[in-house]
């Protein structure tokens, strides 16, 4: 299985709603990442999880709060967002994180289009 | 900033030319990847290239690497519509476990 899921692919919600997404993966990669991905702009790395434990966060306000309960799941749940936030946010797994790899590939989810109101 | 920069921003070609598109970043690298991504859905690794090697092949796909200018292109040979896509390369810089991306290049491939 050389798939990464992502639930749900479209999310409209208002800025004082709680939603989750979700994102699995079955391929025993060690790490995982979220992005976040505005129309006609490239990925932007939000954070990392490295053995179930959150090792990069790239400044990212505390509306959004990813979670990793096992090596397979990783959640982002978003609370008291902003209608800027409206974008595709894309989930990725790899083999490992760690500089003496040589072979990081990242295998991407399809995406969950959100939108704000 | 660290991202790279891709050119040109948008091509189009007809059905059987070769595309090239370039990417330039500013850091030291471990490698560098290319990922395609069709109409704003999930990207598709295509080719990883390391810090230490030059070229690269896959298929259709050439990718060279050149560290001392700083740059990267990826040749797509005998183009065919399902080509049609944006491209992007992620280049993750020495010293650290992340990604990059760049600008992205769109290609439009006419039948």
């Known amino acids: 299985d050389t798939e990464v899921t992502q639930t749900p692919k479209h999310l409209v919600m208002g800025m004082t709603n709680k939603k989750s997404l979700k994102c699995e993966q079955h391929?025993?990669?060690?790490?995982m990442y979220w992005y976040k991905q505005k129309a006609k702009k490239p990925p932007e790395l939000m954070f990392v999880?490295?053995?179930?434990?959150?090792?990069i966060n790239e400044s990212v306000p505390s509306r959004f709060s990813p979670e990793c309960p096992n090596s397979s799941l990783l959640n982002l749940h978003l609370h008291a967002l902003q209608p800027e936030d409206s974008a595709l946010y894309l989930c990725?797994?790899?083999?490992?994180?760690?500089?003496?790899?040589?072979?990081?590939?990242?295998?991407f989810g399809p995406g969950t289009r959100l939108t704000v109101l | 900033s660290q991202q790279g920069e891709e050119d040109p921003q948008a091509l189009s070609i007809q059905e059987g030319e070769n595309a090239t598109m370039n990417c330039s970043y500013k850091?030291?690298?471990?490698?560098l990847q290319w990922y395609r991504q069709n109409s704003g859905r999930g990207l598709v690794h295509l080719i990883l290239?390391?810090?230490?090697?030059r070229e690269k092949h896959s298929g259709r796909l050439r990718v060279t690497l050149d560290t001392s200018k700083k740059s990267s292109s990826l040749l797509i040979t005998a183009s065919r519509a399902a080509d049609t896509a944006s491209y992007f390369c992620?280049?993750?810089?020495?010293?650290?476990?992340?990604?990059?991306f760049g600008t992205g290049t769109r290609l439009k491939v006419l039948a």
């Open positions: 990725a797994s790899s083999q490992v994180v760690n500089r003496q790899a040589s072979y990081n590939e990242q295998f």
């Open positions: 391929m025993g990669h060690r790490a």
């Open positions: 999880y490295s053995y179930e434990k959150l090792s």
């Open positions: 850091t030291s690298i471990n490698n």
């Open positions: 290239i390391r810090s230490n090697e």
């Open positions: 992620a280049i993750e810089s020495s010293g650290t476990y992340k990604y990059i």
